[in-house]
C-alpha cells in the first residue's frame, strides 16, 4: 500500500458505490450551499456584510459542486480532484472560522457547528477523492 491510498474507502456509507455515493456528495453539497448562498443574501440584505461574503463563498462551492456532478457523469477524475481541493480548502478555512468563534465570542455551539460539519466535509473528502483513485489507479496525489 502506498502513501497515497492510506485514506481511501471501499464504498460511501457501506451501502453505496464510490460513484453513486460522489454523486449523491455532489447533489447533497450543491443542495447545501444553494441554502446557505440564500441564507448569505438574507443577512447581506438585513444588513450584515459577512452575509455578501458568505455569498461569494457559497457561489464559488456551488460551481464546484456542479464541476464534481460533471466529473462523476463523465468519469472525469481531475474534475473530483479540482472539488476535493476546493473542499480541502473550505474546511480548512471552517476550522480557523470555528476556532476564531471560540477565541473571540461567546459562540460555542456556532464552532461546534463548524466542527461537525468539517468532520461530515472531511468524510466526503475521502469518499471523492477514493472514486478519483478507482478512475484512473492509485498514482493519484491529490
Known sequence: MTANN???VPGCCCCFSLRVGTLIIAILNLLFHIGEGAYGIY????GVPEGWMDLAIDIIMIIFSIILIHGVRTENRNLA???VWASAIGVALS????ILYIIFTNSVIAAIILFVLAAVQIYF???VRSYAISLEGPELAA
Not at 43 to 46: F, K, Y
Not at 95 to 98: A, K, M
Request: aromatic share 6%; charged share 0%; net charge neutral.
Open 43 to 46: 443577512l447581506g440584505v438585513n
Open 6 to 8: 492510506l485514506v481511501v
Open 125 to 127: 473528502i475521502i469518499v
Open 81 to 83: 480532484v479540482a472539488w
Open 95 to 98: 476550522i480557523i472560522v470555528g
